[in-house]
């Protein structure tokens, strides 16, 4: 007996992983647009490289969570008689995008940080940057915390590429408030354009980190061990199943690929296999919710059989 069994699993994504997905990159773009416009004046009045810096930051921030949009829109597509396997790669693609967008700031930042140590600039009216800065923590901290949730619920790459700026640009802002408390009680200047050049080393940090999770994708690389661990004992829980093998996963956005062989008593029916396998499929998607599973049934021993089967054939 070697029956194939084809799961429904190209369900449409949850209407409420679609919502938060959703809901979660419009307020990226709203705090984006908002930081932008505060920087903006900041920096007109201050001079400052460091605020520079954030802002340019916040620029490439609104870029990207703009790709993001359209790259979750596509995602949270169902799949088609063209893409079986849905649409669920715009988002690393659109992970690639934010890793560009950051690197490019980054850059751009260094450019003008080292022409301001070459012809320095005094800073002035401190208090507005700092002001600005606090606003900034404050505003990002609160959707760092949102797109938290929205990432331990629905696992997106790209809510999760997003998240990973911000969480960044806390710690940027607390930078750039230190820069100017230094240049306001000191008169340092050149610590200014040092932390604008040590800001873009942890953005490309960043930018690095964002662009390997998305070939990961791209390259459909597994699940982590402790994920493909959590298949095996779910399927090796039901009593009737004697043996599992031939595991592959990978993940497209927000949704995971399952696929695997069951070995099952040489003696049952067709429709009994069909069953446990239903059992079981069951019992993995609501561990992997809006995954799709594969199950192909086995005769137990196939295993052993293939060994002797290709030993003999190689003789």
């Known amino acids: 007996m070697t029956v194939s069994h084809s799961s429904r699993s190209y369900d449409q994504i949850k209407p409420e992983t679609a919502r938060l997905l959703r809901v979660a990159t419009m307020a990226s773009v709203a705090v984006a647009t908002t ?16 605020v520079l810096s954030t802002l340019i930051d916040s620029l490439m921030d609104a870029g ?27 988002e690393p693609l659109a992970g690639l995008g934010q890793a560009a967008f950051v690197a490019g700031s980054s850059l751009f930042l260094v450019i003008e940080a080292i022409d301001r140590l070459v012809a320095p600039t005094a800073i002035t009216r401190h208090g507005i940057g700092i002001g600005v800065m606090v606003f900034s923590i404050i505003a990002t901290i609160g959707l760092v915390m949102f797109q938290s949730h929205v990432v331990k619920r629905t696992k997106s790459l790209a809510i999760n590429a997003d998240s990973l700026h911000y969480k960044g640009d806390v710690l940027i802002h607390g930078s750039v408030i230190l820069s100017l408390l230094i240049s306001a009680n000191f008169g340092v200047n050149y610590l200014d354009p040092l932390f ?27 699940l982590n061990q402790e994920d493909r661990d959590r298949v095996v004992a779910i399927a090796m829980a039901h009593p009737e199943v004697r043996d599992i093998h031939d595991l592959r996963t990978r993940s ?38 809006g995954s799709g599973v594969i199950i192909h049934q086995d005769p137990e021993g196939i295993m052993e059989h293939r060994a ?3 030993g003999e054939n190689r003789k």
């Not at 050049?197 to 690389?221: F, V």
């Not at 429709?271 to 069951?282: K, L, N």
């Open 252 to 289: 497209a956005g927000p949704r995971s690929f399952i696929q695997f062989h069951l070995e099952l008593d040489q003696s049952i029916s067709l429709m009994r296999a069909h069953e446990i396998s239903d059992d079981v499929e069951a019992k993995v998607r609501a561990a992997f919710p």
């Open 35 to 50: 930081l932008i416009a505060a920087k903006g004046v900041a920096f007109a009045m201050t001079g400052s490289v460091s």
């Open 308 to 310: 002797v089967f290709d």
């Open 196 to 222: 604008g050049i040590g800001i873009a080393a942890y953005l490309l940090w960043n930018a690095r980190a964002i662009a390997m999770g998305a070939l990961h994708e791209l390259m459909d690389r597994e």
């Open 64 to 90: 990207a969570s703009l790709v993001n949009v359209f790259a979750v829109r596509n995602a949270l597509k169902p799949a088609d008689t063209e893409h079986r396997f849905g649409h669920g790669k715009a």
